[in-house]
């Protein structure tokens, strides 16, 4: 079992940036795809990046071109940096790694994006 822990978030004005981490309690954080998530009030939970064991990434059409997403695979980190950040990217982001029979989720971390 992996234990997945987000930090980061917090409050950024429009058009600002915030980097998002997730630390992996283990060294196979690269052995697997993994993902960031987020889920805003009142809305379903949703893909935001993606990146696979072998590096390649995926990100959801609101966020191309804004967020990019990162691992470093000696520290065992995963990575979100945001910029240019907008009311709508206000929610709470989780990291994810499904393996094998497990599916592991960090707490989440807030992002508030508000002038």
């Known amino acids: 079992q992996v234990h997945l822990v987000e930090s980061g978030g917090g409050l950024a004005q429009p058009g600002g940036s915030l980097r998002l981490s997730c630390a992996a309690s283990?060294?196979?954080?690269?052995?697997?795809?993994s993902g960031w998530y987020r889920q805003a009030p009142g809305k379903q939970r949703e893909l935001v990046a993606a990146?696979?064991?072998?590096?390649?990434?995926h990100y959801a059409d609101s966020v191309k071109g804004r967020f990019t997403i990162s691992r470093d695979n000696a520290k065992n980190m995963m990575y979100l940096q945001m910029n240019n950040l907008q009311a709508e990217d206000t929610a709470v982001y989780y990291c994810r790694q499904p393996r094998g029979f497990g599916d592991y989720w960090g707490q989440g971390t807030q992002v508030t994006v508000s002038s």
């Open positions: 283990d060294d196979k954080l690269s052995s697997y795809a």
């Open positions: 990146i696979t064991a072998e590096g390649s990434t």
